[in-house]
T-cell receptor, first 117, second 115 residues
Framework: EAGVTQSPTHLIKTRGQQATLRCSPI?????VYWYQQALGLGLQFLLWYDEGEERNRGNFPPRFSGRQFPNYSSELNVNALELEDSALYLC????????????????FGPGTRLTVL | AQSVAQPEDQVNVAEGNPLTVKCTYS??????LFWYVQYPNRGLQFLLK??????LVKGSYGFEAEFNKSQTSFHLKKPSALVSDSALYFCAVRDPPTGRRALTFGSGTRLQVQP
């Protein structure tokens, strides 16, 4: 069974530009989560998508946004890039549907390393 | 707000010796606890989780964790360390299914296993 995949592996942008990161969940998983792993800040929850809608977001400004497509894959968009956006962005998926009453595991992809110059 | 603490930035152990990576948690309700491992330039790999049930949870690669409610701890253990276990280990607590579903991670503990 294929795991969570992310593209690109590395992305280099300049300040003020926009970055688009992509994620394909494990087959059968409907929930997609995005996390940021920045040096010195640790791992932080960014966004949760399920059934094509943003269901919750972490403490990040609105220039961090995304979407989920009908096939459950997801995009993370970061607008007006700032130097401190440089980080490893991790996508995770789980089979825990919107109305789930039990807790399932989030499985992570290899990440996209975003460098803002 | 829920949180986890990993009090040790680094743990050093000799190959073949038992290892323990410590984690304590703070939650308002039932704890949903996870351990993940991260190898250099890689994503997170799931090791094990505690949702309910037995206090000793067995996971991947010979790892296990002991849930202790009175001490609010969830320490990761392995009876015999391997050099290949050297990596960054994260403890995490999660919202219940009806909540945000976000994982809240500890700061991570770097495990170094010496040959």
């Amino acid at each position: 069974e294929a795991g969570v995949t992310q593209s690109p592996t590395h992305l280099i942008k300049t300040r003020g530009q926009q970055a688009t990161l992509r994620c394909s969940p494990i087959s059968g998983h409907t929930s997609v989560y995005w996390y940021q792993q920045a040096l010195g800040l640790g791992l932080q929850f960014l966004l949760w998508y399920d059934e094509g809608e943003e269901r919750n977001r972490g403490n990040f400004p609105p220039r961090f946004s995304g979407r989920q497509f009908p096939n459950y894959s997801s995009e993370l968009n970061v607008n007006a890039l700032e130097l401190e956006d440089s980080a490893l962005y991790l996508c995770a998926s789980s089979s825990e549907g919107l109305m789930a009453s039990t807790t399932d595991t989030q499985y992570f992809g290899p990440g996209t390393r975003l460098t803002v110059l | 707000a829920q949180s986890v603490a990993q009090p040790e930035d680094q743990v050093n152990v000799a190959e073949g010796n038992p290892l323990t990576v410590k984690c304590t948690y703070s939650v308002s309700g039932n704890p949903y606890l996870f351990w993940y491992v991260q190898y250099p330039n890689r994503g997170l790999q799931f090791l094990l989780k505690y949702i309910t049930g037995d206090n000793l949870v067995k996971g991947s690669y010979g790892f296990e964790a002991e849930f202790n409610k009175s001490q609010t701890s969830f320490h990761l253990k392995k009876p015999s360390a391997l050099v290949s276990d050297s990596a960054l280990y994260f403890c995490a607590v999660r919202d219940p299914p009806t909540g945000r579903r976000a994982l809240t991670f500890g700061s991570g503990t770097r495990l170094q296993v010496q040959p």
